[in-house]
């Protein structure tokens, strides 16, 4: 029972900061997302792209499939904004992180409350029984407060 | 057993926020509080100030006792930025911060696991019985999340 409650608290928490993000991205133009959130820093374009990576990278990290697009790890992981010379457009990264947040609840609601509480793929079975707190929920708290960092910058461009 | 780990995790993550706030403070001069993080936003002071009473209305919120700088929330709860002639120094922000951050640890550290599963102050026990998520556990959670959308802009005061 309070197990149950946990994963509400936890997965309210998640969709709080993706529902502030996507009110956020609605009220921006593509071309404001062009715009760095501050000066010298990111843009808004390889912000949305890293929330995206992030997302879909969650889907092997909680073993749960293999992620969608791959193709941005390299742009909006690896190399810092500016580094490439092209990148996809606003367009393309708002489908990428509709779908990766999309497919994330998708699979958050099949999974069982027990299944929270297993661990993820990148501990081995053996530290995960030492170390129980390294579980799926765990990488969900972790994610929603990187989410919450860089929704508090992107909000910078709003006018 | 896994309320405890839930309560660790909680905790973990909260920690791990009010570190790295104190890491970036402790990087950044009074000089460069007075900045604002990002051009017509709010001013580092005024972002240090807000925290602080956050984390010091957190004490009755969560029913663990007075707060200690009520004098804070007019001028950073109620008020915007630049609206009040004459705010307390970086210097006495920073303390508020520690302190109220210490203050919290202390009563973290001195509550049983079923405390932090225990209803906070601003919801009735008949809303409580009803819906159990609105606990102790959970106001954490959010104001750890608000920790990191402020984090996130206080980092552009960096050089």
């Known amino acids: 029972m309070s197990n149950q409650l946990t ?5 309210d928490a998640w969709n709080a900061q ?4 996507n009110k956020l991205l609605n009220e921006l133009t593509d071309e404001q997302l062009q715009n760095e959130v501050a000066p010298n820093r990111n843009r808004g374009v390889y912000l949305l792209g890293h929330l995206a990576a992030v997302n879909d990278k969650m889907l092997p990290l909680l073993g749960l499939g293999e992620q969608s697009f791959a193709h941005l790890n390299e742009t909006f992981l690896s190399k810092p904004d500016k580094s ?3 990148i996809p457009t606003a367009s393309e ?3 990428c992180w509709n779908e990766s947040s999309a497919s994330l609840t998708k699979h958050f609601n099949a999974l069982s409350t027990d299944d929270f509480f297993a661990k993820h793929t990148s501990v081995s079975a053996e530290d995960f029984a030492k170390e129980p707190h390294r579980n799926r929920l765990n990488v969900i708290i ?3 407060n990187h989410l919450a960092y860089h929704l508090g910058q992107l909000s910078f461009l709003k006018k």
Not at 7 to 11: A, H, I, N
Not at 18 to 21: E, L, Q, R, Y
């Open 7 to 11: 994963v509400k608290m936890t997965l």
């Open 18 to 21: 993706v529902n502030n993000t």
């Open 84 to 86: 490439v010379a092209e």
């Open 93 to 95: 990264l708002r489908k």
């Open 142 to 144: 972790s994610r929603t």
